[in-house]
């Protein structure tokens, strides 16, 4: 998959992408009816992403309700939760959402995080 070259910080994304769909009277539908179980996982791309101005590949995975082949990323019993060390790089918002733990409860961080135009 491409990004826009005339965009700034874009570049290719390569790997294995997977989702699941299901037919619901002839409806093409986004697989979510395990949307409670631990295991669940759609979505889901392995890869990496390469600059178009820098040449430089870093390794690139997502994924709806689990995020594939990242260890020491998500330390979630029964749902995604990054682990802790992750919270200081945009997660505070998500760890709230999902009942964090009083230490990382800076609601006033976390609503500047996600107003943050990261991507500029």
């Known amino acids: 998959?491409?990004?826009?070259?005339?965009?700034?910080?874009?570049?290719?994304?390569?790997?294995i992408s997977a989702t699941d769909f299901y037919i619901n009277n002839d409806t093409l539908t986004y697989n979510d009816?395990?949307?409670s179980a631990d295991d669940m996982t759609n979505?889901?791309?392995v890869g990496t992403w390469t600059s178009y101005?820098?040449?430089?590949?870093?390794?690139?995975?997502?994924g709806d309700y689990r995020v594939p082949n990242?260890?020491?990323?998500?330390?979630?019993?029964?749902?995604?939760?990054?682990?802790?060390k992750y919270v200081s790089n945009g997660w505070?918002?998500?760890k709230i959402a999902n009942g964090a733990s009083p230490e990382h409860m800076?609601?006033?961080e976390a609503q500047k995080a996600e107003n943050e135009k990261w991507w500029e």
């Open 1 to 15: 998959m491409t990004e826009n070259s005339n965009e700034k910080h874009t570049g290719i994304f390569q790997g």
């Open 33 to 35: 009816l395990r949307s």
């Open 43 to 45: 979505n889901q791309f």
């Open 53 to 62: 101005s820098t040449g430089t590949s870093k390794n690139c995975n997502w």
């Open 70 to 84: 990242v260890t020491g990323f998500d330390c979630g019993a029964a749902r995604f939760s990054p682990c802790d």
């Open 92 to 94: 505070i918002g998500l």
């Open 106 to 108: 800076n609601i006033e």
